[in-house]
């Protein structure tokens, strides 16, 4: 089975710094890849899927690239509201396994 | 609007069995795939399977094969998930989630696994 390694496994930054969360397939996934952010207590929340399109509604500083094996979540300028979990996940095929999640925090 | 509904928090005893339901509504309920996801306290998402609700095809993490049956209703769009030979770290939460990139998750359902 493919493993989706996220790294870091927790960070903490600034209000208005750029944040990068990157995700690593073991193989190949072309650009079936989601990101999605879980506030505690809460329901994951999908961000972004296909690797870079946006979901309805998802505010335009968080953005998603990569293809292949390397994928990065973005937010250009984080917010408090920002604090959370974030995880990827490939859905290629199936087992549709998620990374082990990134933990935001506010310095 | 589209929504999941999920069945109610359980408590069960190791080495019994959990059947979650999950009802949908406004979408057609044959034409996304439902996940089940779980995630334990404090931990992460674990992928559990997926099933096809129009073909009933199903698909499910090798950690789970053997204990955990996915299926479905059409007529009522629900799906379930039936886990079996439970044990202490089975106690999560457990989601339905639509999709192969999940915009919709049900509310989850605790279930708990104590003697």
């Known amino acids: 089975d493919i493993q989706m390694t996220q790294s870091p496994s927790s960070l903490s930054a600034s209000v208005g710094d750029r944040v990068t969360i990157t995700c690593r397939a073991s193989q190949g996934i072309s650009n079936y890849l989601a990101w999605y952010q879980q506030k505690p207590g809460k329901v994951p929340k999908l961000l972004i899927y296909?690797?870079?399109t946006l979901q309805s509604g998802v505010p335009s500083r968080f953005s998603g690239s990569g293809s292949g094996t390397d994928f990065t979540l973005t937010i250009s300028s984080l917010q408090p509201e920002d604090v959370a979990t974030y995880y990827c996940?490939?859905?290629?095929?199936?087992?549709?396994?998620f990374g082990q999640g990134t933990k935001v925090e506010i310095k | 609007q589209v929504q999941l509904v999920q069945s109610g928090a359980e408590v069960k005893k190791p080495g019994a069995s959990v059947k979650v339901s999950c009802k949908t509504s406004?979408?057609?309920?044959?034409?996304?795939?439902i996940n089940w996801v779980r995630q334990a306290t404090g931990q992460g998402l674990e992928w559990m399977g997926w099933m096809n609700p129009d073909s009933g095809n199903t698909g499910y993490a090798q950690k789970f094969q053997g204990r955990v049956t996915m299926t479905r209703i059409t007529s009522i769009s629900t799906a379930f998930m039936e886990l079996s030979g439970l044990t202490s770290e089975d106690t999560a939460v457990y989601y339905c989630?639509?999709?192969?990139?999940?915009?919709?998750w049900g509310q989850g359902t605790l279930v708990t696994v104590s003697s």
């Open positions: 989630a639509r999709g192969r990139w999940v915009p919709y």
């Open positions: 406004g979408y057609t309920f044959t034409s996304y795939d």
């Open positions: 296909a690797a870079s």
């Open positions: 996940q490939k859905y290629d095929s199936a087992p549709r396994t």
